[in-house]
């Protein structure tokens, strides 16, 4: 990161919305807008002559798609490249092809404002960048994260009679490449269900269960109301609903509710893990912490530990943003903390550890 202000390249193939972003950047002392492009090729072109912290980049565009434009962007500059925040419109192919960038590498993304009160939309934006900017300042940039799914070593796992276990996974920042990464191996090695709160608007959660369910053993859904928790299946919160466990045993369903949001999130990790130590206590349970910014999920771990379970958190080293790794540890509550390529074992041993 270069010193002084954060250095933005806007990438955007309407003109219009190019001004609109510039505007949004306007009021923020700490950043200034060093360039302005229509297309994915020019955005290429402007990188290697500019230095560049940060790049706003349009999902759909002719010619290059976002995606293509941040895989061309590693390819050629690795990690010299700068963080990328996806802007993409509320439809089905714009989530898609965000979740796609975001588990290849994306920082993080912006939906696009529509149509409606422009000062309200304008407020929106700001702040919605003001967070990804935030994000980007504490991210560790530099510090891939690994896909491990082919090069983990076989691993005793419990036995099926023992996979009576749960596992409940929190994340915001970074979370959707560290679940591409995490997931399938994981899936490999036990049966128990996966319960995922992963901070993203309705729409969005949806693609991320897509994607993910075409690496993993277990299936992999966006939760419904009722929907019974099965082995060998993966569940990932609806954007814009909580998602709680409701019922005990055989009969364990999820329940979702629109209620308020907490630690500014719906869904939360908190709400998730809170049901979860009152449906399962006395059941085998691994609370997981990944990358993210804020405190969601340290009061909840407070309660699942309360409630008999392990509780992990991502280090500081692996995240993209050791925001909520970090309040979880501080609860004191943390058995382990683990890298992401390390954290697949480091469940399964907590597992173990329960059947033994």
Same mark, same amino acid.
């Given at each position: 990161?270069?010193? #002084?202000?954060?250095? !933005? ?105 529509? *149509? #409606?009160? $422009? ?16 994000? $980007? ?29 749960? !596992?409940? !996974? ?49 299936? $992999? ?14 569940? !990932? ?69 309360? *409630? #008999? ?32 390529? *390390? ?11 329960? *059947?033994?």
């Amino acid at each position: 990161m270069s010193d #002084g202000p954060m250095r !933005i390249l806007v990438v955007d193939d309407s003109r219009i919305f190019r001004s609109v972003v510039q505007s949004a950047f306007s009021g923020m002392v700490d950043c200034q807008v060093v360039g302005s492009v229509f297309s994915g090729k020019k955005a290429l072109e402007f990188l290697e002559q500019n230095k560049v912290d940060l790049i706003t980049l349009d999902v759909e565009m002719p010619e290059m798609n976002g995606l293509e434009v941040l895989r061309a962007m590693q390819e050629r500059f690795g990690e010299r490249a700068p963080a990328v925040v996806m802007l993409s419109a509320h439809t089905r192919t714009g989530a898609k092809v965000t979740i796609e960038a975001l588990s290849a590498g994306a920082v993080g993304f912006v939906t696009k404002p529509e *149509a #409606g009160d $422009v000062r309200s939309a304008m407020a929106t934006l700001s702040a919605d960048l003001r967070a990804e900017v935030d994000a $980007v300042r504490q991210s560790h940039r530099g510090r891939s994260v690994e896909m491990v799914a082919a090069q983990l070593p076989t691993r005793q796992a419990p036995s099926r009679r023992d996979n009576a276990g749960i !596992i409940l !996974i929190g994340s915001s920042t970074g979370g959707p490449q560290a679940l591409t990464s995490l997931l399938p191996p994981l899936c490999g090695m036990c049966g128990c269900p996966i319960i995922v709160v992963q901070h993203m608007p309705p729409l969005f959660t949806k693609s991320l269960a897509d994607n993910l369910d075409r690496h993993c053993q277990h299936k $992999v859904v966006e939760a419904g109301d009722r929907m019974a928790i099965e082995d060998e299946h993966v569940y !990932i919160a609806p954007g814009g609903l909580h998602l709680e466990l409701a019922g005990s045993g055989a009969a364990l369903r999820c329940r979702l509710s629109d209620g308020a949001p907490e630690n500014g999130c719906r869904p939360a990790v908190d709400v998730l893990f809170r049901s979860a130590a009152k449906a399962l206590e006395g059941r085998p349970m691994v609370g997981v912490i990944l990358t993210g910014m804020g405190n969601d999920g340290a009061t909840g771990v407070t309660l699942l530990k309360s *409630a #008999g379970a392990q509780i992990l958190v991502q280090d500081e080293g692996s995240c993209v943003v050791y925001g909520m790794p970090k309040k979880a540890k501080e609860t004191g509550c943390a058995d382990a903390e683990a890298s992401l390529s *390390a954290m697949p074992f480091a469940i399964i041993d907590a597992l173990v550890a329960f *059947a033994g």
